[in-house]
């Protein structure tokens, strides 16, 4: 089994900063993927940040609303993805969740999802 720990949201006025941080634990032979999706009330998740987790050329994959904005960052030896959120909109307001696309110790590839973690944007 594999565990996705997130840290805490928060609240912020537009134009603020946040930094997120997920650390993946748990049976994971080798990480691919993680990254960033969010979601609102009524809505589909969306991806906002990916990045690969294996190979260092690879640029991270960027939503067109956070381009600019939102910096996705890792350390390969904690399983571990940081979302760095700057000049933060209302539109940017959701629940974010964070994902893994990995090995397992038992030889399957898995996506894993955390539990999700709130922003606030207000104006």
């Known amino acids: 089994q594999v565990q996705l720990a997130e840290s805490a949201g928060g609240s912020v006025r537009a134009g603020g900063s946040l930094r997120l941080s997920c650390t993946a634990s748990?049976?994971?032979?080798?990480?691919?993927?993680m990254g960033w999706w969010r979601q609102v009330p009524g809505k589909q998740r969306e991806l906002v940040a990916t990045?690969?987790?294996?190979?260092?050329?690879?640029?991270?994959n960027y939503a067109d609303p956070v381009k600019g904005r939102f910096t996705i960052s890792r350390d390969k030896d904690k399983n571990t993805v940081y979302l760095q959120m700057t000049s933060l909109k209302p539109d940017d307001t959701g629940v974010y969740f964070c994902?893994?696309?990995?090995?397992?110790?038992?030889?399957?590839?898995?996506?894993?999802w955390g539990q999700g973690t709130q922003v606030t944007v207000s104006s």
């Open positions: 994902r893994a696309y990995l090995l397992t110790n038992t030889g399957d590839f898995a996506t894993y």
């Open positions: 748990g049976s994971i032979r080798v990480m691919d993927t």
């Open positions: 990045m690969s987790m294996v190979y260092e050329s690879d640029s991270p």
